[in-house]
C-alpha cells in the first residue's frame, strides 16, 4: 500500500510531533560538537543503535541525553527546519510541532532563545520548503509542586509569540500520577491569550485523565487518547463534540499502551464517528515516519482523505492557513491514492 501517486507522497497533516524527538544521530552529534558537550558515544552508527527503541526506560535515557543537548536557538532553528525538510519528504504540507521549553529552562537555557529558534526555522521552512510549521509547547506534568509556575510561564511566553505560529499549549509526560487539574491556570492564560488546548491524555492513564483534560483543560483535541476505546459513552461524546484524537499507531504499539498494531483501536474509534489524525509523535526515537505511519492507518481502515479532512478540522491555524490548506485538499486527486 503506497501513499505515493505519480511519484509524489499525498498530502498530509501532521498534529502531534515532538520536535525533541525529531532530532536524528548525524544532527546530535553536531548540535553536542557545536555546544561542546560529550556524547555517551562517538559515532553515527554506534549513536543510531544507541537510538533503536527497546523499552520505555531505555526511550527515557535516550530522551533525556538528546534533549539536554539543545541549549541555544540555533539548535532550535535547525531541528525545526531538518524535521519540516523530513515530513515535505512524505507529503507534509503542515506541521503542529511540539516542544518542552520548561525543561530546557531548567538546564540552563534561555526562554527566548528556545522561541525564536523554533519560530526561526518555521519561517525558513516556509520560505525555502513551503511547509507551514505551527506551535504548541507542551508543559511537563511531572513539575515539582513549587515548579508549577514554570507551567504558567510557558503559557504565557507563548502567548508572546503567537504572532509567530504558537497556537496552543500542551500538557505532556508521563500520566500515573500526574493528573491535568493543577494545570488549570495555564491553560486559561493561553486561552485568555488566543491560544488552543491540545493535552496529552489517555495514552497510558484512563478515564479520569481525559476528563480533566476536556473538562478542565477545555482540550480542542487530545493527544493519543486511545484509553477513550475502554468508555463508549466517552467515544460518543467525542465523537459529538469532534474532539480529535491524535493518534501515533507505531507510539502506541512501542510503548505498549496497546499489545499490537493488528489490536490498535484505531478501527473502534472509526466505526464510532471519533475523528482521528495520524502523526509520528517521536520518530527519530521510534524509528518511524509519516509515511509509516499513514501506512499503519491505512492497514486499520483510515481512508487518506477522511485524514487530510480530519487533520483540517483538528488545525489550530489562523483563516489564512486553514484556507490554503483546503485549497491543497480541494485540487488533490484523492480517487488516485
Known sequence: MSDHTNGAPYPKIELHVHLEGTVRPATLLEIAARNG?????????ELAELYRFRDLPHFIEVWVMTTNVLLKADDYRQITFDYAREAKRHGAVYIEAVFSPAERVKRGARWEDIFEGVCDGASEAQEALG???????????????????????????????????????????????????????????????GLGSVPHAGEASGLASMRGAIDVLHADRLRHGIRA????????????????????????????????????????????????????????????????????????????????????TGALCDDGARARLAAIGDAFDWSAV
Open 37 to 45: 558537550l560529550a556524547l555517551p558515544v562517538e559515532s553515527e552508527d
Open 131 to 193: 511547509v507551514e510549521v505551527r506551535f504548541t509547547p507542551d508543559i511537563p506534568r511531572d513539575l515539582d509542586s513549587d515548579e508549577i509556575a514554570m507551567g504558567e510561564q510557558t503559557a504565557r511566553w507563548a502567548v508572546r509569540y503567537r504572532d509567530r505560529g504558537v497556537v496552543g499549549i500542551g500538557l505532556g509526560g508521563i500520566e500515573d500520577g500526574f493528573p491535568p487539574e493543577p494545570f488549570a491556570r495555564a491553560f486559561e492564560i493561553a486561552r485568555e491569550g
Open 229 to 312: 476505546a475502554d468508555h463508549p459513552e466517552l467515544m460518543a461524546e467525542l465523537a459529538e463534540r469532534r474532539i480529535v484524537l491524535d493518534i501515533c499507531p507505531t507510539s502506541n504499539v512501542r510503548t505498549r499502551s496497546v499489545t499490537s498494531m493488528e489490536t490498535h483501536p484505531l478501527p473502534r474509534f472509526l466505526d464510532a464517528g471519533v475523528l482521528c489524525s495520524i502523526s509520528t509523535d517521536d520518530p527519530a526515537m521510534f524509528g518511524t515516519d509519516l509515511s509509516v505511519e499513514h501506512a499503519a492507518a491505512r492497514s486499520l481502515g483510515a481512508d487518506p482523505e477522511n485524514l487530510w479532512n480530519t487533520g483540517l
